[in-house]
């Protein structure tokens, strides 16, 4: 699309941060994110009755959200009467979240809001004033953990992170984590451009690429061009292609065989959804 003179395009490539790699350090794609999802209400209702329904019929009231981003589903969380903890690697997103603490906080629930930076791998030490017991259920959601690359070839750091997910979970507590359908994209080679979390009102066109390295899909690079009125934004963000049955065994493999592990594709168990779904949302309940 040609650049005209009503038209803007903001490009962040996701300057990395020491550590976990941090896609929004630049403070460029935090801002368009923000703008894309738009209202902290415009989560689709499908996604919010799934999530509630699911922690309130599992008996959840204390929330670790390990991948808070701007504060949409902690925000979401803590409005419906949820004790949360908010944590994300990038300050610049934590910004949007620590924002809307502050603009609320004469309501109680925003009062006692707990919003920190932490790294997933090492969480547990961030946070550990703040697990006492464990948290009812801790949550990794809107294809957040696949930000985490592959540096050595072995995954050895999302296990390391989701460890520490596991170690903040109570015993028959819950980890609900999820990932694209990555086997989907790396077979076809595109990416919808809806996303099943947010009813965006903006016009979204997605390119991807996925990057092969010895022979074996290392990375997915998705090229985001969200128009907004006159203004378009473009920003890249780039994700390891998490493969359904090898991230099966690597929950089970770290929660225990005995573990309950309930996977749904766009918010339906995988028997009633789609073959195809655009994400896989994990439940893994810890063992007693």
Known sequence: ???????????????????????????KAAKVWEIFIG?????????????????????????LDVACGTGVDSTMLVEEGFEVVSVDA?????????????NRRKESNFDKWIIEEANW???????KDFIQGG?????????????????YGDQRQ????????????????????????YDNIMETGATPSKCIYYNSQHMTDIKTSVLYVSGKPNMVTLDYLI?????????????????????????KDIFSLES????????????ESNPNPAFYIHVVEKHK
């Not at 490009?11 to 020491?18: F, H, K, Q, T």
């Not at 948290?135 to 540096?151: E, P, Q, R, W, Y």
């Open 1 to 27: 699309m040609p650049e005209s003179e009503n038209t803007m395009f903001i490009r962040s490539d996701g300057i990395s941060a020491e550590g976990i790699r941090d896609q929004y350090a630049d403070g």
């Open 90 to 102: 990038s300050d610049k997103m934590l910004k949007y979240a620590l924002k809307e603490r502050w």
């Open 158 to 181: 999302q296990i390391q992170a989701i460890r520490n997910f596991e170690k903040c979970v109570k015993p028959g507590g819950l980890l609900l984590i999820d990932h694209r359908n």
């Open 260 to 271: 309950d592990h309930e996977i749904y594709g766009d918010f339906k168990h995988l028997g």
């Open 39 to 63: 209202d902290k209400k415009s989560r689709t209702q499908n996604y919010k009755n799934f999530l509630l329904d699911l922690l309130r019929s599992r008996g959840c009231k204390r929330i």
């Open 135 to 151: 948290f009812d259920a801790v949550i990794c959601l809107g294809n957040s953990f696949a930000h985490m690359t592959d540096s």
């Open 121 to 127: 791998l090492t969480l547990y030490d961030d946070i």
């Open 227 to 251: 128009s907004n009125g006159s203004e378009n934004s473009e920003f890249r963000l780039s994700y390891y292609p998490h493969c359904l049955e090898v991230f099966k065994n690597t929950l």
